[in-house]
């Protein structure tokens, strides 16, 4: 390490933060530090484990476009806004899809980014570093693992297979192939497992926000999940389960700036207004029709819209009218304009109304991002206890999603027929067969995690019979072409050992 010299800037440094983020703009300028001469302090630490996070950030849109990647994609969403604004957006909707298309090199860029940070905290901090109190040496490598884990697993989870770096790497080093899937998530078990004996249950303070012992093991369950590790997934997300965890009464807080830090959100990207440099959620504008000054991107498709179950009496699933702006509905307190969106549609999870955040600052939303819910560990739960042959676990993990759902009518007021659930709304299921159970829980999973960037993801996971009759109306689409994005071409040209 003693040659590898570290650029920590302001800008790197006093980014992006999972704590409050107020209390670290009054650093100084850091310049440039020897990894040895830098890791001092705890002080210093806590400023490259900050550092850590800022590439989770939606500061800007175009250059963190999971958005695109996981549901433009898909069957939820597509690109939206003018033709021709943002094209390589577009050429992602249409499965025209090369190694130069920036989406896909802004996603490589990011995530290995956030690699790197986080092998420089892990490589200043060995035990023979005393200078670090252990207190703070010993969540600072937690948050770092964890991190390092869920870069990983979006990096595994978008490229299939890929370089795997633990250390900061000289240009030498750099030159290396791509491994098999099993060794990335060989890694990212490994990483997850060590932050979870070292970091705690909770944070307060300006540390709200930080990973946790249940982000890492929810990481880990998910992980588990995507490798078919059936038992193995159910075990942890029952891990996850036992830490107190709650599902809110009223799914829609989930995305509401007053009540972003609750019982659900096990992991969320944090973002705050009115701060420079700029910390608040750009997906506020970008998503916002132009008539609110925003860009008009990200629809939703009728598809998404006719995945929502209804009572017999024709009442939704609530989740509908929280998620998605429609037609008849009020949208943010305005009556919906179809003329908005391009499929009629517009996604709510990600914006703010205009009395919350003008117009004026429409790019600079104080909304977090909810990366990983309990919703979502309690589906982990019931997909991978069904695959295992535990349909009576599966049942009793996906009921719990189904009754807060369905109750969102008794605890939302501002519901029409509230404090009654309508009859025969998301009842509880009860069937054992694994292959209906199956179906039952990816229509769930479709509705409860709508537009949260993971569909495509889940469509190529559950195989090619189930990608075909997603997404087998667009022309250009071919699984076995698809089933993973292309690396990105700058990498193909720096690293000559890719392909090995």
């Known amino acids: 390490m003693k040659n590898k010299r570290i650029t920590l800037s302001l800008l790197t440094l006093l980014g992006l933060s999972m704590a409050a983020c107020e209390k670290f703009l009054d650093q100084p300028v850091l310049g440039q530090f020897e990894a040895g001469a830098f890791f001092t302090s705890d002080a210093n630490t806590i400023l490259a484990v ?27 969403a597509v690109k939206g806004s003018n033709p021709g604004d943002q094209a390589d957006f577009d050429n992602i909707d249409q499965f025209n899809i090369t190694p130069i298309n920036s989406a896909v090199e802004a996603l490589w860029k990011r995530y290995y980014d956030g690699v ?81 004996n070292n970091l705690p249950e909770s944070w307060s303070g300006a540390d709200q926000g930080r990973a946790t012992k249940g982000a890492a ?30 599902l809110l009464p009223v ?63 024709g009442t939704p699933d609530p989740r509908l009218d929280y998620s998605i702006g429609r037609e008849g509905q009020l949208f943010f307190g305005e009556p919906f304009d179809v003329n908005w969106s391009t499929t ?18 429409k790019g600079d939303g104080d909304l977090n991002f909810q990366a990983i819910r309990y919703a979502e560990v309690l589906l982990i739960d019931a997909e991978a206890s069904n695959e295992a042959g535990n349909p009576t676990a599966a049942l009793a993990a996906l009921n719990q999603v189904r009754k807060r759902a369905r109750e969102s009518y008794l605890n939302d ?46 469509i190529m996971r559950y195989g090619e019979a189930y990608a075909r009759q997603a997404l087998g109306t667009i022309p250009n689409f071919n699984y076995a072409q698809h089933r993973f994005y292309p690396i ?13």
């Open 413 to 458: 007021p501002t519901l029409a027929g509230t404090g009654t659930v309508p009859e025969g709304l998301l009842p509880d299921i009860t069937t054992n067969d694994q292959g209906q159970l199956r179906d039952i829980i990816r229509q769930e999973r479709r509705s409860e995690m709508a537009l949260e960037f993971q569909r495509y993801f889940d």
């Open 116 to 196: 790197f940070r986080c092998n420089v905290v892990l490589d200043g901090l060995p035990e023979s570093n005393t200078r670090v109190s252990a207190g703070v040496r010993q969540q600072a490598m937690g948050q770092a693992q964890f991190l390092r884990a869920y870069y990983y697993f979006q990096l595994t989870t978008i490229y299939g297979r890929i370089p795997l770096r633990v250390k900061v790497e000289t240009p030498a080093e750099l030159q290396s192939p791509a491994r098999d899937q099993s060794v990335i998530y060989a890694q990212i078990e490994a990483d997850c497992l060590a932050a979870a």
């Open 251 to 313: 799914y829609a807080d989930n995305f509401r700036a007053a009540t972003k830090y609750n019982s659900e959100a096990i992991f969320a990207v944090q973002h705050t207004s009115g701060l420079s440099p700029a910390q608040g959620n750009n997906l506020n504008q970008w998503f916002a029709p132009r008539q609110q000054n925003g860009y008009g991107f990200f629809h939703p498709t009728q598809s998404l819209v006719d995945n929502f179950e209804k009572a017999p009496d």
């Open 50 to 76: 900050n550092a850590a996070y800022v590439p989770l950030s939606f500061r800007d849109a175009a250059s963190n476009p999971i958005w695109v990647l996981g549901d433009v994609a898909s069957d939820d």
């Open 217 to 246: 093991l929810a990481l880990l369950a998910k992980t588990y999940l995507y490798e078919q590790k059936w038992a193995l997934a159910a075990q942890t997300a029952q891990q996850v389960e036992g830490l107190g965890y709650k």
């Open 344 to 361: 009629g549609y517009l996604s709510k999870k990600h914006l703010q109304p205009l009395s919350e955040i003008p117009a004026a600052i």
């Open 488 to 500: 990105p071409q700058s990498e193909r040209d720096t690293n000559k050992r890719l392909f090995e």
